[in-house]
């Protein structure tokens, strides 16, 4: 196949959704689909149940066991689709930001019961301000949730998404009788008491065909033809290519436990979803079918294993080829590196690839010379874009609680910060390190780790911080610029990558300083134009 084949036949996404909508339940049908596996089950939930660190571990040392599970390749009808996986709980929203910048479009799962939750509202954010493709999910029709009119409202103003039905529901909870193909322009009923089984499914290609009325009863065949009517009077057609630029959002119905609506679903996917985009760096847009190899990191995940202390750093390929045993750029530590055993991944496991292309993701074995958002090339100096770190909501001195040990607890805090546990942050004034993190159950995965596999012990500080906001001065040797820094010393630290951060103590003391200092720019992230 060619160069340019291969790419056209790939489609990279992530499932994102709040915790319980289904995403884990979806993921394996489609996995299904694709004959990646034969039985349900086999696809680990990675989620925290009880919020507590022994949880977060014992998923991890599995996924350790598993990495695969990162990455779930599976080929259907022709394509590769490649679902990267997004935590869903809260305190690792992060890591699934991070996540985002390797995908080319996601899938949004909604809980038709539950209706639009907070981490699909921050997620669903991120992913608009990016521009990525988005198809919608309603999942759990077979349970009594909201009215589907009601629900599209809630999802266009909460979402602020425009979004276009694709197949709309007969029926809902005990009444859940199949799907209407708006797509296809067919229909999907279940048969049978069981509501169980896929592949009893009946066709029906016309909405006025009598059979309808045979199959559903007068009265239901009656309502679906007049909500076919108003779906196709209220939104608008769909348009590829309003989808792509992300100003229209198809939406699906449906039950990942039932697998009713998932097939419409992928149908549709690998016929619209986008192959591999160009991607932004800082010096330019780079092509996927340039000839050039060029990828970045967007996830490292250690060896839980402390016999094998290596890591994997997950490499999402944007263009050309990357091929086994061949000497690549490492751009920030400018340094060629080779890589004798690049991983792919497929459902349920890793192999060793000579060959992968832009849109897939290889793993490299790493012992510590990468970061998150580190670029590989052939020797052109790229550094892509849209692997910022955001401002932490949780924020403690770290300590260290065993003299002895301090050169293991700088070096654990070092490599766990370069795989985006966590931020660190230096203050100027004493050299005193500060964790900021997104959740609080961030601080004792770091504490158990850095005991487990570097022997370091640490203690926290509770210190109050509001907000970290990266310091962008239009002049670094103003007035301005100099007295901030002089006055506001006490608040100022380096980030890892030595950029200037003003920790806020309040909203209040924040403001007061964007006043005092109006040419100085605060900003959230810490990538800024
Ligand atoms: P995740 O947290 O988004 O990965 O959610 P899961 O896939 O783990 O699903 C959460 C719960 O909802 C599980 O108990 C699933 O069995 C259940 N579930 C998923 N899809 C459906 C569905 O279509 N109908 C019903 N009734 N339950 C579902």
Redesign the pocket.
């Given at each position: 196949m060619s160069f340019k084949s291969e790419i056209n036949r790939r489609r990279t996404f992530g499932i994102i959704?709040h915790?319980?909508?289904?995403?884990?339940?979806?993921t394996e049908k489609l996995l299904l689909f694709g004959g990646a596996i034969q039985e349900a089950g086999a696809v680990k939930?990675n989620?925290i149940k009880k919020g507590a660190t022994s949880d977060f571990m014992e998923i991890e040392r599995q996924r350790g066991i598993s990495v695969a599970t990162s990455v779930l390749a599976f080929e259907y009808d022709g394509i590769k689709i490649n679902i990267l996986d997004t935590p869903?709980h809260k305190d690792f929203a992060e890591d699934t930001f991070r996540t985002l910048t390797a995908v080319d479009s996601v899938i949004v799962?909604i809980d038709v019961a539950k209706g639009v939750e907070q981490q699909t509202e921050k997620l669903v954010e991120v992913c608009r301000m990016r521009n990525i493709p988005m198809i919608v999910f309603i999942?759990?029709?077979?349970?009594e949730g909201k009215d589907a009119f009601d629900l599209l409202d809630e999802i266009e103003q909460k979402l602020g998404l425009n979004v276009v039905p694709l197949s709309f529901p007969i029926g809902m909870g005990y009444d859940f009788k199949g799907i209407y193909n708006l797509w296809e322009q067919n229909i999907n009923l279940f048969s049978g008491s069981s509501r169980k089984n896929i592949e009893e499914t009946i066709e029906i290609s016309d909405l006025k065909s009598e059979k309808l009325d045979t199959l559903l009863g007068t009265k239901a065949a009656k309502t679906l033809r007049e909500e076919i009517e108003l779906v196709e009077g209220i939104y608008p057609k769909f348009n590829r290519e309003a989808y792509l630029k992300s100003e229209q959002q198809p939406v699906f119905f449906?039950?990942?436990?039932?697998n009713f609506g998932v097939r419409e679903l992928l149908d549709c996917f690998v016929e619209i979803a986008p192959k591999p985009r160009p991607k932004r760096s800082e010096e330019r847009l780079v092509n996927p079918d340039e000839k050039e190899f060029t990828g970045f990191v967007f996830k490292i995940h250690a060896n839980m294993d402390p016999n094998h202390r290596d890591r994997l750093a997950f490499v999402k390929i944007v263009s050309g080829e990357f091929k086994r045993n061949t000497p690549y750029l490492h751009v920030r530590n400018d340094k060629k590196m080779k890589f004798s055993s690049p991983n792919a991944f497929f459902a349920e496991k890793k192999e060793i690839v000579d060959i992968s292309y832009p849109g897939d993701i290889v793993g490299l074995h790493d012992t510590g010379n990468f970061k998150i958002g580190d670029t590989l090339t052939e020797g052109e100096t790229i550094n892509y874009k849209g692997v910022p770190s955001f401002s932490p909501e949780h924020f403690r001195y770290i300590n260290n609680a065993d003299p002895m040990k301090s050169k293991q607890l700088n070096k654990g805090i070092d490599q766990l910060m370069d795989e985006g546990v966590a931020q660190l942050f230096t203050l100027e004034l004493n050299g005193r390190k500060v964790i900021g993190t997104v959740g609080a159950l961030q601080y004792e995965v770091i504490q158990y780790r850095l005991e487990h596999e570097y022997g370091a012990k640490c203690t926290y500080e509770n210190l109050n911080v509001h907000k970290a906001c990266w310091v962008e001065a239009k002049d670094s040797k103003s007035e301005e610029f100099l007295e901030f820094l002089r006055v506001k010393q006490r608040f100022l630290a380096k980030d890892k990558q030595d950029q200037l951060v003003f920790l806020a103590d309040s909203p209040f003391s924040l403001q007061m300083t964007q006043q005092k200092y109006p040419n100085i720019k605060f900003h959230f992230t810490s990538e800024f134009e």
């Open positions: 959704s915790p319980d909508a289904g995403k884990t339940t979806l939930s989620k869903g799962v999942n759990k029709m077979d349970r449906g039950s990942a436990l039932n």
